[in-house]
C-alpha cells in the first residue's frame, strides 16, 4: 500500500512570496489533515477534510493561507505572502475513520 | 490547549524501561501516541479510547486513566530503534471533527547500547 506523498520536499522562497504544497493521501482515506511543525515542537493542526469539505480550520492563518481538497483527493497548502515565522515542516497525513494517521514525509519551508 | 509531557528528555541503555507521561486539562475521547525519528514523519504507535478500547503494536503498551485525563507509555526492554521524539495527541469528545488531535510538546527518548 503506497503512503502518503508530498511535494515538494524542501522549499527556500523569500519572505512576501508565495509557495504551495501538495498532498496524495493513501487511496480510500476520507479524512485528510494539514498540519505545521515548528522545530522542536509537536505537529499544529491547520485545517482537516472530511471527503472534500473542510471540518476545521479554527488554527488556519486565513489571511495568508489556504487549502483545498479537490475532489475528495489531493489537497494543496498556499501560503501568500509568506512571513519569517511561517518557516517549518508541513505535514501532510490521511485516515481512514478518523483514528490512526498516517503522515506523509512533510515539505521542508524555509522563508529568508 | 496543548497536553503536557513528561519527562522532556530520556536516556536509557538497551534493554531499560520507560514510561512517559502525557497530561490535559479537558476531558478526552482518546489519546494517540506517536513516534518521530529525526528527520522523518510521525509513525503511529497506539490510541487509547475512552472506555478501555486501544488499537494500537502489540509490543507498546499504554494506559490511559479517564478521571485523571492522563496517559502513559510503556516501553520495555528497549531497543536502539526506540530512540526518537515521543508525541501524545489529545482528542476531546467528538463532535464534528472527529480525530483533531492537539499534539504535546515531545518526549526526546534516546536509547545508547
Known amino acids: 500500500e503506497a503512503g502518503v506523498a508530498q511535494s515538494p520536499r524542501y522549499k527556500i522562497i523569500e519572505k512576501r512570496q508565495s509557495v504551495a504544497f501538495w498532498c496524495n493521501p493513501i487511496?480510500?482515506?476520507?479524512?485528510l489533515y494539514w498540519y505545521q511543525q515548528i522545530l522542536g515542537q509537536g505537529p499544529k493542526l491547520l485545517i482537516q477534510f472530511q471527503n472534500n469539505g473542510v471540518v476545521d480550520d479554527s488554527q488556519l492563518p486565513k489571511d495568508r493561507f489556504s487549502a483545498e481538497r479537490l475532489k475528495g483527493v489531493d489537497s494543496t497548502l498556499k501560503i501568500q505572502p509568506a512571513k519569517l515565522e511561517d518557516s517549518a515542516v508541513y505535514l501532510c497525513?490521511?485516515?481512514?475513520?478518523?483514528?490512526?494517521?498516517?503522515f506523509g514525509p512533510g515539505t521542508r519551508l524555509t522563508v529568508t | 490547549q496543548q497536553p503536557v509531557q513528561s519527562p522532556q528528555a530520556v536516556i536509557l541503555r538497551e534493554g531499560e524501561d520507560a514510561v512517559i507521561n502525557c497530561s490535559s486539562s479537558k476531558a478526552l475521547y482518546s489519546v494517540h501516541w506517536y513516534r518521530q525519528k529525526h528527520g522523518e514523519a510521525p509513525v503511529f504507535l497506539m490510541i487509547l479510547l475512552k472506555g478501555g478500547e486501544q488499537k494500537g503494536h502489540e509490543k507498546i503498551s499504554a494506559s490511559f486513566n479517564e478521571k485523571k485525563q492522563q496517559s502513559s507509555l510503556y516501553l520495555t526492554a528497549s531497543q536502539l530503534s526506540y530512540s526518537g521524539t515521543y508525541f501524545c495527541?489529545?482528542?476531546?469528545?467528538?463532535?464534528?471533527?472527529?480525530?483533531?488531535?492537539?499534539f504535546g510538546q515531545g518526549t526526546i527518548l534516546t536509547v545508547h547500547p
Open positions: 487511496s480510500g482515506h476520507a479524512t
Open positions: 497525513a490521511s485516515s481512514p475513520q478518523g483514528y490512526e494517521q498516517y
Open positions: 495527541g489529545t482528542e476531546i469528545p467528538r463532535g464534528t471533527s472527529y480525530g483533531k488531535l492537539t
